[in-house]
């Protein structure tokens, strides 16, 4: 367990397919040892006969004994207790690493011991050609704003006042930071990845891989897509993580650090 590099934690909801295939991006991975853990959140546990028939000793596969009721922190939190890698990973399980994104992500945190997570860019792919260059545009622009970005508070503010540079697949963290900083709230029902990674970039610093990480996967149902068109656990969500920094920075510096961000993504 000692020599497991990084551990990919990827939660499942009946998607057997393209979890195999999310499965299939981490374990080909060069240069890097991981291991896999599967987080079935089903009442079912779909994922299970799937994934025992890769017979790959570097895949776990663990049930929830309770659905988490659409709580990804919980299954994410999980997931990390189970882990014996020095960093993590959560894959969601329509998303497939890139070719070399573990290495990547990893040496960008071993030249950069201070830092206590790294991120890269995105590249969505899917079939629906409108939807997929809505998507296309919107990480372009993410890219964009993250070349920029110039210190922890700037990262800190983004996060959690304007639309989402990064994704959960995306980003690596040191597995004792992760710890350190609490893992995901379990009381911020979506976007919990926003707080999650604004406040380990705050505390540890963070570095930026300005090239693609990981494909994300569009037009396939998902809890975020669940959300267009009805947005109050949205709105609910953006609510506490704001309260969240306005009481650990103080509110007149997050009133300021808001403007300042909302300047930042024009």
């Given at each position: 367990?000692?020599?497991?590099?990084?551990?990919?934690?990827?939660?499942?909801?009946?998607?057997?397919?393209?979890?195999?295939?999310?499965?299939?991006?981490?374990?080909?991975?060069?240069?890097?040892?991981?291991?896999?853990?599967?987080?079935?959140?089903?009442?079912?546990?779909?994922?299970?006969?799937?994934?025992?028939?890769?017979?790959?000793?570097?895949?776990?596969?663990?049930?929830?004994?309770?659905?988490?009721?659409?709580?990804?922190?919980?299954?994410?939190?999980?997931?990390?207790?189970?882990?014996?890698?020095?960093?993590?990973?959560?894959?969601?399980?329509?998303?497939?690493?890139?070719?070399?994104?573990?290495?990547?992500?990893?040496?960008?945190?071993?030249?950069n011991p201070a830092a206590g997570m790294a991120f890269g860019a995105v590249e969505p792919f899917g079939a629906d050609a409108s939807d997929l260059r809505h998507n296309q545009e919107y990480f372009s622009k993410a890219r964009r704003i993250a070349r920029r970005?110039?210190?922890?508070?700037?990262?800190?503010?983004?996060?959690?006042?304007?639309?989402?540079?990064?994704?959960?697949?995306?980003?690596?963290?040191?597995?004792?930071?992760?710890?350190?900083?609490?893992?995901?709230?379990?009381?911020?029902?979506?976007?919990?990845?926003?707080?999650?990674?604004?406040?380990?970039?705050?505390?540890?610093?963070?570095?930026?891989?300005?090239?693609?990480?990981?494909?994300?996967?569009?037009?396939?149902?998902?809890l975020m897509h669940s959300l267009v068109g009805n947005d109050e656990r949205l709105r609910d969500s953006y609510r506490r993580i704001q309260q969240k920094y306005r009481a650990a920075n103080g509110a007149l510096p997050a009133l300021l650090m808001k403007a300042?961000?909302?300047?930042?993504?024009?």
């Amino acid at each position: 367990m000692s020599k497991i590099d990084v551990s990919v934690v990827i939660p499942t909801f009946h998607r057997e397919r393209e979890l195999l295939e999310a499965v299939g991006s981490v374990l080909a991975q060069p240069g890097v040892s991981v291991e896999v853990i599967v987080m079935d959140d089903s009442a079912e546990g779909s994922g299970r006969v799937p994934i025992e028939a890769l017979g790959d000793p570097r895949v776990r596969y663990f049930k929830r004994p309770v659905p988490s009721g659409g709580r990804p922190a919980l299954v994410r939190n999980d997931g990390a207790r189970h882990a014996h890698g020095h960093y993590l990973v959560f894959l969601d399980d329509d998303d497939q690493l890139q070719d070399g994104a573990l290495r990547t992500l990893m040496h960008a945190l071993e030249v950069n011991p201070a830092a206590g997570m790294a991120f890269g860019a995105v590249e969505p792919f899917g079939a629906d050609a409108s939807d997929l260059r809505h998507n296309q545009e919107y990480f372009s622009k993410a890219r964009r704003i993250a070349r920029r970005l110039r210190g922890v508070r700037e990262m800190g503010a983004v996060l959690v006042f304007c639309p989402a540079i990064l994704i959960n697949s995306a980003c690596m963290a040191r597995r004792a930071v992760f710890a350190g900083a609490g893992g995901f709230d379990a009381d911020i029902p979506v976007c919990e990845d926003a707080d999650l990674w604004s406040r380990i970039a705050q505390q540890t610093g963070y570095v930026f891989i300005d090239r693609p990480v990981v494909r994300y996967r569009t037009g396939a149902p998902s809890l975020m897509h669940s959300l267009v068109g009805n947005d109050e656990r949205l709105r609910d969500s953006y609510r506490r993580i704001q309260q969240k920094y306005r009481a650990a920075n103080g509110a007149l510096p997050a009133l300021l650090m808001k403007a300042w961000a909302r300047l930042l993504v024009r």
